[in-house]
Each structure stands twice: as C-alpha cells, then as structure tokens.
C-alpha cells in the first residue's frame, strides 16, 4: 500500500483519464473536457515534483531526478498540444472529446517509460503509448493523409514492437532477468545472444525516437497527422523515448558500453548528415520540421553515444532546448491560417514579414535557433553536446556534428530567406488568438534570453543525472 | 570611476534603443523618420561613451582594463568584459561608423525602416561585443551572432542577386567558424576555463597549438579575408546597401584581424611561428592576385572589395612579423582602413543614389557637375593607395618596415602591391572623376547634400590627423603591443 503513493502522478492520470472519458460520453463539451485534462496534467506535474525519490516494486519502477525531469518535459509537451488543440480543433476536424484522453493516456505510457527498470515495465509503457499515438495520428478520419500516416506508423510501428519484444526475449533468454540492474549484475559479456537482444532492442527504440534508418515513417506521419498531433509526435514521444534509451542503456548494459556505444555512434551520424540532406528539398513545412527533428535526435544521440556524465547532461539540456524551441515552430506552424484553411507549405510563408513583422522575426530567430547560431539557446544545446563529444575524446561524432550543423543552417536559412526575400503573399490570421500566444511569445522569448542566464538549466541538468553518475 | 560597468553600458544600449524602437509605430514618413532619428541619436550617444572611454583609458597600463566579470554559464565560463590598448580602438571605430551608417541610410532605404534600423543597432550590439568580450565563449557568441543582423541586412535590404550573396557570406563565414566553436571547446576542456586573460598564460603543447592554431585560422581567413576563401566578400559588398557594405569593411572584417592578434598569437605562438610563412605567402598571392583582379572591374564596389582583400594582406603580414612595429602597423592599417573603406563606400552611395547604377563607365567627369565630391573621393582614394600624409600610408609604412627586417623578398613582393594599389585606384578615379562630362544622364547630377557633409567631414579630419600625427593612436597601441610581443618571445624562448 505504502508503494501506491510512489506512483501517484500516474495513478492520478489514469484515474482523472478514466473519469473523463465517462463524462464526455455523458455531456458534449470538448473544451471543458479539455480543459479538465490541462488541470489534471499540471495537478500531475506538481504530483511528480513532490514525489520521493525510491525505486519500487522489487526495483522495477524508479522515481529519481531523471524520471522527474522527464515527466516534467513529457508533460509539458502534451499541455502544450491540448492547448494547440483548443483553437484548431473545429478547422482541422479534429473535434473529438477523445483527443485529450487519448493524450492523457499517451502521457501516462511515456511515464511508465521513463521510470521504468524492467523490460516488462518498459514494454507495457512503450506500447500504452503507442497505441494511443496511433490512433490520434489518424484522428481525422476524413482526411486520406491523415489515415495513411495512421495506417503507416501502425505498420510500422508493430513492426518495431515486434523487433523490441524478439529482443526483450533474447536478453531476458540470456541473462535470466528482466530487471535492468540484476541484467547488469549476471550477464555474461561475452554472450552473443544479449548482442543480438541489445541490438533489436535498440532498433526498437530508435524507430520510437525516429532515427535513421528507422526514420522513416517519421516525415508522412508528421505531414498527415493533423499539426497539434504533429507538434505532439515532435514534443514528448520522442524525449520520453530518449529517457528509456537512456536508462535502458546506462543501468543494464552500462559495462558493456563498447559494444552498444558503435551502434549509437552510427545512428547518430546518420540522423544526423541524412536529415541535413533530405530537408533542403522539402517543400511542406511539417515535413521539413520532421527531418529537423531527426537530425536533432541525432545530436541529442551523440551525448548518449559520449557514455559519461557530461554526455547525459548535454542530453538533458539539449532535450530542454529542442522542446521549447520546437513549442515556438509548431505554434507559428499553426498560426499559418487565413479563412479556416491552413498552410503547410514553405512557400506560403513568402514574404511574411510585411504582414506580421513580429511573429516574423520571431519565427526567424527560432530557425537560427534550430541552425545552432549564437546567441541563440540552440546554439548552449549544440555547444554542451560538443563538449561532452571533445571530452570523450569522440572527435569524428563531434566534426561530422559541426559539418551537419552548417549543411543544415541551408535550409533553415532557406525559411528565413522565404519569409524576408521574397513577395508577400495575402495575410494569415497570424498568432491571434490567446491560447496560441500564451504558448508562442513565452517559448520564442525564452529562446531567444536564454544567453542571458544559461547556468540555471545547466545546474539542473547536472541535478538530474545524480542517479547514474 | 571604474565602478561604472561602461563596457556593458556600451554594449547593451544598442539593445535597449532595439526594445525603445519596438515600441514606436512604423506606418507613415513621420513615424519612420522618428525612428531613424532614435536610431540615430542612441548610436550617437553610444560613441560619446565610448570616447569618455577613450578618454578614461590610461594609455600607460598595458593590461586590461575596465574589467567587468560575472558569473554566466559555469564555473570557467564567465562573463567578462575587458579592454587594451588592441581592443579599445575598434570599439571607437565601431561607434563611430555605426551613426554614419544610419545618417547614410536615411535617404537610401526606402521600406520596412524600422526592421533595417533594428538590425543595425543589434549588429551594434556585436560588433561591440566582440572587441570587448574576454571570455572565449562570450566571444564567440558575439562573433556569429553578428551574422543574423547581416544576413537580413544583405538579403533584405541589398540589390538584384542579394539572395545568392547572403547565403554565400553566411555559409561560408558559418563553415570557418564552427571550427573555431570546436577549438574552443578543445581549450575549454584541456584548461578548463575560457577566459582570455589566463589562456594568454597558459600553455599549451606543440602538437595541440598546431590542430587549435588551424581551427582559429579556418574561421579567421574566411572572416577577414584571406586568398583563396575571399570570393564571398566582393559578392557580398556589391549586393549589400551602401551602410552594410559600410560596416562589412569597415567593422566586420576587422574582427579577424583582431582575433589573429589577440588568439592566433596570443595562444599559439609556437604555431603561429610555424605557420608565418604559410601566412606570408598567402598575404603576399592576396595582394598582388586581388590588386590585378581590381584592375578590370568594371563594379566600383568590387573594385573597392578586392581592394579591401589586398589591404587585409598588409594586415596579416604585419600580426605574423611578431614586431612591435609590424602589430602597430597592422591595427592601424586596419583602423585606417575602417575608415577609409568605409568612406570609400559611402562615396560610392553617393552617386549610386543619384544615379543607380555601379558601373564605372557610366560615369565620368564628375568634376564638373560635383566638385566637393570629387574632393573627398581623391582625398579618399589617396589614403587607400597609401600617399604619405593619410592614414593609410602609416599603417603599409610599419607593415613594411616591419616585413623587411624578417625578409626581404617578401618585402620585395608586398612592396608591388602598394604601387598596383596606385593604379587600380588612380584609374578608378580618372574614369569617374576626370573628362569631359558626355554622358546625357550626368547632367542631373547634383553636388554633396548637407546630410552627406556631416558624414564625410569626420572622415576626411581622421583620416588626415592620423596620417600627418599618428603619435596619440600610437601611444594608445604601443604598451599591449609590446606586451604582446613579449610575451610571444618569451614563449618561444
């Protein structure tokens, strides 16, 4: 009884998820069950910051100050898409009191992820939140995009599961356990079984976190989801992935690093330079947004693939960066609308500045950001993740990261370029509305001041890693 | 009197004046006039403090001084200001060009004022930053960030194939330094600490002063620039607007120099020692290689940019001498070339406002209809070919002085360039200036407007008064000069 209040921030989701599904088959208010969802999240982020530290559950179940952050970020990241949702659900046909339940119950797999200590554990998280992305990928049942990316990251994505379970079983065949940390104390390094089980493990995962070359449901899915799922898909599923990686990494294999650590080294590059490439001939901005989030996984990876404490904290910031700074772009992405229609391609964009002069720059700055310049706080993500490479003594991660980084400024600059160089096209409706603001100019603010004061983050980054190092 | 933090004064009043401007509304001529007016006299104030800094400055001291530090990222990471005889300069002729640039703007831009202005005083921002940061990190920051004002400056504001040019400038200048980004994070690790003033003590073994040393030369020679990474600067300067072209010869291309003298040999002299005669050798090609391509442009701003490339030689042979002489003569070709280069441009403005076009042979005896123009281009065009009595004799006369006590045969070479430097822009200046007055559409042509007065006279004053009297600015640079020196030959040896 007493491990029950360990769990209270998921037991608490569950419950307020449960209840109001019951209350929106009853009463039709899509916005207050909404808004209901919100309260329960943010009630849940103040659940998760008062939680003991423990590890419960005969060490199957972590509470630590990794878990914590991510629940924290993970939550953040499905407030922000519930608040998104408020304003586009009528035009993007979207209006299904489902949504936000089905957000919750993604929220609550992602936190079972990232507490996780046990193959079991991990595996009942991961698909609890999977099964809730695929449906809300093809929430709007009219559209034939939004169905493909649907039916496609469902394909797909049982493929991997069925990759992960195959390796699940292969590790748990070889070393006798399920647990992350007794897999650690009785495996045997040179048991060719457990490789094969680290490796589809990880093919698993890394489809979770979309890196090449398992990447690529990645840009049909962002491109048909409806854009709320789409900022979704890029805000939380992938950190809280990242998280499982990490733990999963670090507390059952973390002797074995040599073996694991040239698998991460490798996808790393090639999320990296392949998403550098394949963006500049984009021409949906949801698509371009998906390869940007490849290659950033593929940065963030490069912190993984560093196997020490510096490694995790630049991780940790970077994964801090990428949400805010992806909250700012999928906000203006959705700005982008003029009589209830929306815009996603690229050259929609043309020549806004004339029209809306300040969310402009704003949006601007926000592809600088991405692109790594400073002062930005893209370029304190970069910089920490180089760090860490240089200190691990990882100078061929850290050389191909800089040359991506300028590949990549192309078609960033490339945006920039569109809004500012060329004609000006009619006016959107433009960041309008509150609910888009309150997520828009607070994100884009502090990405831009972040130079200001970067200790904070830094130190609470180090804070958060206590428990692997 | 020190306790006035005036260097972050200085750097965050550009900001201040950005966030004042958000404030103003831009939809009618007096609006944007309001705006070019705040612009104007915040970038104004700006260079009255940074001349009581001038002034406050004691020229005896050769270390830094008006040292601010702040705790910023981590430990090893700091914010910290600081200022040297090097360093101090540059920020006054930041200062001072950035209000000209505005005074010269206000004619020539035409839409989306407040943008313009705003990118204006934010590169301010950097450009002062950089010469004042003493923390490698802070320095980077302030070095690249000054890329985003530019890129829309150039791209926004510029001419016809304004697109292909910014993203070359920013491209390339990005790719050299992301090398530099590593290096520092190399020093950051292996000294654990980034701050200036304890790396110029510390040091670091030959084989890693080789790889680092290369690192900052990668982001240096694409910045200020050498021969052969050079080809973005003139496309660069043709399709910006007048100021940008301004403050890109003027200001930005001066902060590699700075930074070769103040990391390249401060850090690393063993490799800088190493490397001189790499450094000499691709001097003396950009010298006498961009000399003889400025002699067949018919663009007067590329004329002036490849120019520009074969003053940046002179720079860069005077820093590698590791001469008292040779470092003076290269901060004062550069301060002279600040000046001077930026004029030159701003002459070029002038008639392209009033006629549209850069092409050389569409003008021609403008003597007769612009007589005070045609003043203070010649007094302009002789200080950039280095007669004696103008700024820009002073600096090459050091430079060379210097280079001849290494070698003379390189002496020899540089020593070319000083009379194609004659040919190029003497004959830029028969062909605009002088002969009869054929062309139908010259006759419209007016003389220098007031406005275009007050931005010359300054001009015109400096770049005499440095090269009849260079003493005070000599005074200014000797002590760090030499400090610099030293501490070199007390490395080497």
Redesign the interface.
């Known amino acids: 009884m007493e491990n029950i209040l360990h769990i209270i921030p998921e037991i608490f989701i569950f419950c307020s998820a449960l209840m109001l599904l019951i209350l929106g088959l009853f009463i039709k208010k899509i916005k207050l069950i909404n808004n209901l969802s919100i309260l329960s999240l943010l009630i849940a982020i103040a659940l998760v910051i008062n939680q003991p530290y423990q590890s419960i559950y005969f060490n199957s179940y972590i509470n630590d100050e990794f878990s914590s952050l991510f629940k924290i970020m993970i939550s953040i990241g499905s407030i922000v898409t519930l608040v998104m949702f408020i304003s586009s659900r009528e035009n993007l046909h979207i209006n299904l009191y489902e949504f936000p339940i089905l957000i919750l119950f993604s929220t609550l797999g992602m936190m079972v992820m990232v507490s996780a200590n046990d193959l079991l554990a991990m595996f009942i998280g991961l698909e609890l939140q999977s099964l809730s992305l695929y449906v809300l990928a093809a929430l709007n049942r009219n559209s034939l995009l939004s169905s493909e990316a649907g039916i496609k990251y469902f394909i797909l994505g049982a493929l991997s599961s069925g990759l992960l379970l195959f390796g699940i079983s292969y590790i748990y065949g070889f070393s006798g356990n399920t647990n992350f940390n007794l897999i650690a104390v009785n495996y045997n390094s040179d048991s060719l079984g457990l490789l094969i089980g680290i490796v589809f493990v990880l093919a698993g995962l890394a489809f979770k976190v979309s890196a090449v070359p398992f990447h690529m449901w990645t840009p049909d899915v962002y491109q048909g989801a409806p854009t709320p799922i789409t900022a979704f898909f890029a805000l939380a599923p992938k950190i809280a992935a990242m998280g499982l990686l990490v733990r999963f990494l670090f507390n059952s294999f973390g002797e074995m690093y040599l073996d694991w650590q040239q698998i991460i080294f490798f996808i790393s590059i090639a999320s990296m330079m392949l998403a550098a490439f394949a963006a500049i001939a984009q021409t949906n901005i949801k698509r371009l947004m998906a390869y940007s989030s490849i290659g950033h996984i593929g940065y963030a990876l490069i912190g993984v693939a560093c196997v020490s404490s510096e490694g995790l904290r630049s991780l940790l910031i970077y994964l801090m960066i990428y949400l805010v700074m992806n909250i700012a772009v999928f906000t203006a992405i959705l700005s982008l609308k003029r009589n209830d229609a929306y815009f996603e391609n690229i050259s929609d964009l043309s020549g806004m ?2 029209n809306h ?2 969310t402009t ?1 704003l949006v ?2 926000m592809m ?1 950001s991405l692109a790594g ?3 930005l706080a893209g ?2 993500g970069k ?1 920490y993740i ?2 860490a490479a ?2 691990s003594n990882m100078v061929f991660l ?2 191909t990261g ?2 991506a ?2 590949i990549s ?2 078609y960033y ?1 490339r945006i ?2 569109i809004m ?2 060329d004609e000006p096209k009619e006016e959107f409706d433009g960041v309008n509305i509150l609910t888009l603001q309150v997520l828009f100019y607070p994100s884009s603010f502090l990405v831009i001041l972040f ?1 200001i ?3 904070p983050i ?2 609470f980054s180090e804070f958060a890693i206590k428990s692997f190092y | 009197m020190n306790e006035l933090p005036i260097l972050s004064i200085l750097i965050l009043l550009p900001i201040f004046g950005i966030f004042f401007m ?1 404030l103003i509304r831009n939809n009618n001529d007096q609006s944007s006039n309001n705006l070019k007016h705040t612009a104007l006299w915040i970038s104004f104030l700006n260079f009255l403090i940074s001349l009581y800094l001038l002034f406050a400055f004691n020229q005896q001291d050769a270390d830094f001084q008006f040292e601010e530090r702040y ?4 430990n090893g990471i700091s914010y910290h200001l600081g200022v040297d005889g090097i360093s101090i300069l540059f920020i006054v002729l930041t200062t001072m060009l950035v209000p000209i640039c505005i005074l010269a703007s206000y004619d020539s831009i035409k839409f ?1 004022v ?2 313009y202005l705003i990118s204006f005083l934010a590169l301010e921002t950097f450009m002062i930053g950089v010469f004042c940061s003493l923390d490698l ?1 802070l320095f ?3 070095f ?2 000054g ?2 004002p530019m ?2 400056i150039i ?2 504001w510029g001419g016809e194939r ?2 292909y040019s910014t ?1 070359k400038f ?2 390339y200048t ?2 050299g330094s ?2 530099m ?2 290096a520092i ?2 020093i ?2 292996t000294a654990y600490t980034t701050d200036v003033s304890y790396l110029l003590d510390y040091n670091f073994t030959q084989n890693e002063q080789i790889i680092l040393w290369l690192a900052f030369f990668a982001s240096f020679m694409v910045k200020i620039p050498m021969w052969p990474f050079h080809t973005w600067l003139p496309d660069a300067h043709v399709e910006a607007p007048t100021a940008g072209s301004v403050i890109l010869a003027g200001v930005l291309l001066k902060m590699a120099g700075y930074g070769f003298i103040r990391f390249s040999i401060g850090f690393f002299p063993e490799a800088s020692e190493l490397f001189a005669p790499l450094i000499f050798t691709l001097s003396i090609v950009a010298i006498i290689v961009t000399s003889l391509i400025a002699l067949v442009q018919e663009d007067m701003k590329k004329l002036i940019a490849y120019s520009s490339v074969a003053h940046m030689g002179f720079v860069t042979l005077g820093i590698f001498t590791f001469t008292v002489q040779g470092i003076e003569g290269s901060i004062i070709q550069m301060i002279s070339h600040g000046i001077v280069s930026a004029a030159l441009f701003l002459c070029v403005g002038v008639v392209y406002d009033r006629l549209h076009t850069r092409e050389i042979s569409r003008y021609g005896g403008l003597v007769n209809k612009m007589p005070l123009y045609a003043f203070t281009f010649m007094i302009f065009i002789l200080a950039s070919l280095g007669l004696p009595g103008t700024s820009g004799f002073v600096g090459e006369f050091l430079v060379l002085m210097s280079i001849f006590s290494i070698n003379t045969y390189f002496a020899i070479f540089a020593t070319t360039g000083v009379v194609l430097a004659a040919t190029y822009s003497l004959w830029l200046y028969r062909r605009m200036i002088f002969g009869a007055l054929i062309k139908d559409d010259l006759s419209e042509m007016f003389d220098l407007t007031r406005r275009e007065i007050i931005i010359f006279v300054p001009l015109i004053i400096l770049t005499v008064f440095i090269g009849i009297y260079p003493k005070p600015v000599m005074d200014i640079i000797e002590p760090s000069a030499k400090k610099i020196v030293s501490q070199v030959n007390g490395k080497l040896n």
Do not use: D, N
């Open positions: 500045y004339k002069p300040f720059i601007a700055l600088f310049i400073p002062p370029f304190f910089f180089f760090v240089l200190e850290a050389i800089i040359i980084s300028v400024a192309f600059l920039v370029k500012y160089f130079f004061y970067p200790a830094i130190q | 958000t705790f910023w990222i981590e989306s407040k943008e990190v980077y920051l302030f690249e960030g890329l985003i890129f829309l791209g926004i304004r697109v993203f920013f491209l990005l790719a992301v090398f980004l590593l994070i190399y950051f690790i």
